[in-house]
């Protein structure tokens, strides 16, 4: 299936909090847990993923993106690809430019190309990351400051090579325990001034380095096995996360916050959630 030539307004993104106004997803039309890749997986593995209720929860999803003002692109859908709903991961906006990542998981080598070919097609700058790995799960960005995650998925040649593309960012590298998965999954920012974070997978020195850029919201292990990091900023101080994560959700509204909560159960049976289902090109402030 090919990619139709679309017009679309070009205005970039450079936070994860400002006002998002154009995001690519996919739907999870083939999605299922063919090759355990990460530990919420292995739980729910011999369940699998139920499509026609992932479905759903997807749809749900996105029309709460669009009734708040976001432009929905939609790639399209493979069935050679399961995990392809994580868009996240091929690829990641900063300022003007995307980078199309370099997969370093076997299961979703090819993905990328897809978003490459849809970017291409709509004359949108892009940097093809040649050195290492790195997925977008790793990378999450502020103004000037780009945190990227040490993980399995992401290693030190390709932040080596991001660093030579942005010469005037800093970049910053955060270690972490790579049974997380992606840095998204241990720590978000939510506003200038505030951070989700899952302690545990992270070392002290790590957390003062974060705790002297924001005021971090601790997420407790029951809640960060369901996603509880992994929400999604749409601006105006709005964020995206499960119901289940009832503690989660009590911090961010003490912290003034608006919560707008949606069923993802099924699709964080694959250990991703609404962060990792959105690759957001353009936010405006």
Known sequence: MGLEKQQHQWDGCSTEYDTLTQVIVCEPTYMKIEEVINTVQKRYA??????????????????????????????????????????????????????????????????EKILREWVGSNGIPYQ?????????????????????GVSHRTNHEAIDFLEKQLPTNEIIRVPFDASCLHLDCVFTILSPTHALVYPDALSSETLDMLGKHYTLMEVKKEEQFAMGTNVLAIGNNKIISLPQNKAVNEKLRANHFDVIEIDFSEIIKSGGSFRCCTMPLTRTN
Not at 80 to 109: K, N, Y
């Open 46 to 111: 011999k369940d699998n993923i139920d499509v026609e209720t992932a479905l759903q929860q997807h749809a749900a999803f996105t029309d709460v993106l669009k009734d708040n003002g976001v432009e929905v692109i939609t790639l399209p859908a493979h069935e050679e690809f399961p995990e392809q709903v994580f868009t996240r991961d091929i690829g990641f906006t900063i300022g003007t430019r995307v980078f199309i990542s370099e997969m370093a998981s076997p299961i979703r080598q090819g993905e």
């Open 128 to 148: 093809k990351m040649t050195a290492g790995s790195i997925e977008g799960g790793d990378v999450v960005v502020d103004g000037s400051k780009v945190f990227v």
